[in-house]
């Protein structure tokens, strides 16, 4: 044997015979294969397998295999979910049905806005494509979806994605009720009431700070509230994600807009102006709309993954961001599991209120395995599967691995005989909901608004929003107060953005699908935006 056979072999032995020598156990053995597609991270994903692998198993005695398929974002999530239906629909319709595909049958199959009439025989070729679609079982090789927010879910159900997963039938004692899940709580939807979705955790959104940089920033206090991030001192170390590629920045946004559209309405309430909900739904729109434009000229960058935020946040790439309840609870006991100062990085609920929302799943149309998902429902949703993201690891019921820190959906998870196997005893959301009141009716078809224009008005002009807000702070650090005073009036008018355009124009052209009309309205907003920053940054330059 010559020498470099020899090292080969050496080094294939070092590493095969872990392998080799490893018992396999039982459950790990896989009779079936379970699809999930999910944005959640490798260690919920982690947990959730082991888990699910060892609950089926003992109920069952067969050996499961979950295949997770993850793509980024949510945003990124359910386009490729649309994008796969759409191809399989299409040939089903043109290879099974034998019938002509156009323009109209792919816009019509999956649209919800379409009223089907009691019989085929009086439908057009749109409703006919309506009703094939909701009769066929279609599918794209997916069981499940796992993780992503409500609204997403709601237009999945809506546009006949999702399908009826028999949860509410199989377990009725855990939903509704005093002690069940709640359909509804403050105004946000829990679960939907044919059972195409269910909630499986709670969540909120916070803010994410490390102290070491607000020292260095000079920052007196604790940035607990949403109008911090347009504070001038954190210019460029704002960590923000990209609300067109993630679907839950999108939610926090528009929890953003709410609140301060919650604030307005009590403000005119208790001064008795006239049309006080109104205007104050108006004037809370603009508000959050200053937060965001200021936030955004203040940030490093926009990212696609939910989790960098935190990250960077409690590395101090970046002095503050937006975060997930659980993501930035999970990364502050990971700083505290490596002996690092525990105090540097900090999650905090704003005092303003953010209201609790669900993290989804639901079942896919076509699954190949519907029963099998909706045991992974069952284990989720049970007390196995609710002990698995709040206890610590170690414990009876814990996690093997990762302490998830994740709040529960279920009520009974929150009783006092929980809190020794808990990292966050004593928290109950149900009861921390800091009084906010979700209305979705103030919000109402504003969600893809709000992404489309963040993208045009923030995102896409970011150089110039940028260089414009850095030369307005530099104005007012030099003492010309006046020129920092019009430039930054010019840089915040945001009327082309108002929430009364929004209605009149922007949701109208983002729902019309004529993806002409959207591009013309995102060129046209950019191109006005890109103008007005150009003109504040020589205002506050040169003035």
């Known amino acids: 044997m ?39 991270t490798e260690s919920i994903r982690y947990e959730y397998a082991l888990g699910f692998k060892k609950w089926y198993y003992q109920r069952t005695g067969q050996k499961v ?26 040939y089903h319709w043109e290879s099974v049905l034998k019938k002509p595909w156009s323009l109209e049958i792919q816009e019509a199959f999956s649209d919800p806005k379409i009223v089907l009439p009691q019989t085929p025989e009086a439908d057009t070729p749109a409703q006919a494509a309506r009703r094939s679609f909701l009769a066929c079982d279609v599918g794209i090789n997916i069981d499940l979806i796992f993780g992503g927010g409500a609204v997403d879910f709601i237009l999945q159900a809506q546009g006949g994605h ?3 997963s028999g949860i509410l039938q199989l377990h009725p004692e855990w939903f509704g009720g005093e002690n069940g899940i709640p359909e509804i709580f403050c105004g946000d939807r ?65 929890i953003i807009i709410q609140q301060q559209m919650q604030a307005c309405v009590a403000k005119n309430n208790q001064l008795g102006l006239p049309e006080a909900q109104a205007q104050g739904i108006r004037d809370g729109w603009l508000a959050a709309m200053h937060i965001l434009q200021l936030a955004a000229a203040n940030a490093r960058y926009f990212t696609d993954a939910a989790g960098k935020p935190i990250l960077d946040v409690s590395q101090q790439d970046a002095a503050i961001g937006m975060g997930i309840d659980f993501y930035g609870r999970f ?50 949703l049970s007390l ?62 504003t969600f893809d608004a709000i992404r489309f224009i963040f993208k045009v008005a923030f995102i896409d002009v970011h150089r110039e929003l940028r260089e414009a807000w850095g030369a307005i702070i530099q104005a007012r650090k030099e003492g010309r107060t006046q020129a920092a005073d019009r430039a ?56």
Request: proline content about 7%.
């Open 2 to 40: 010559n020498k470099k056979a020899f090292i080969f072999l050496s080094l294939f032995a070092i590493l095969a015979l872990p392998f080799l020598l490893r018992k396999k156990r039982d459950y790990e053995k896989s009779d079936l294969t379970l699809t999930i597609i999910t944005p959640h």
């Open 65 to 90: 295999q979950v295949d997770w398929r993850t793509l980024g974002g949510t945003s990124e999530l359910f386009n490729y979910v649309n994008s796969s239906y759409l191809h399989a629909f299409r």
């Open 162 to 164: 999702l399908v009826p």
């Open 190 to 254: 829990f679960w939907d009431h044919e059972g195409r979705w269910v909630g499986a955790a709670l969540s909120s959104f916070g803010i994410v700070y490390n102290r070491d940089a607000l020292k260095r920033l000079h920052y007196k206090g604790i940035p607990d509230d949403w109008c911090d991030f347009a504070n001038p001192l954190f210019f460029g170390e704002v960590a923000l994600a990209d609300p067109t590629k993630s679907g839950v920045f999108n939610k926090a946004f528009e």
């Open 331 to 380: 990364q502050a006991g990971s700083i505290a599991q490596r002996g690092a100062d525990p105090h540097r990085f900090s999650y905090i609920a704003p005092k303003s209120g953010s209201p609790l929302s669900v993290d989804p799943i639901g079942i896919l149309r076509g699954a190949a395995h519907k029963e099998l998902a909706l045991s992974f429902m069952e284990y989720v």
């Open 384 to 445: 196995d599967g609710q002990k698995l993201i709040r206890y610590r690891p170690g414990v009876p019921g814990g996690p093997e691995h990762y302490t998830l820190r994740r709040p529960p959906i279920r009520k009974e998870m929150y009783e006092s005989v929980h809190d020794p196997f808990t990292e966050d005893p004593g928290i109950n959301p149900y009861r921390l909901t800091n009084e906010f009141l979700y209305h979705p009716e103030w919000t109402k078809n």
């Open 488 to 543: 930054q009036d010019l840089l915040t008018d945001l009327d082309p953005v108002s929430y009364q355009r929004v209605q009149d124009t922007i949701s109208p052209a983002l729902s019309c699908r004529d993806r002409i009309v959207e591009v013309r309205l995102a060129d046209h907003l950019s191109r006005t935006f890109r103008k007005q920053y150009r003109n504040a940054y020589v205002l506050a330059k040169y003035s």
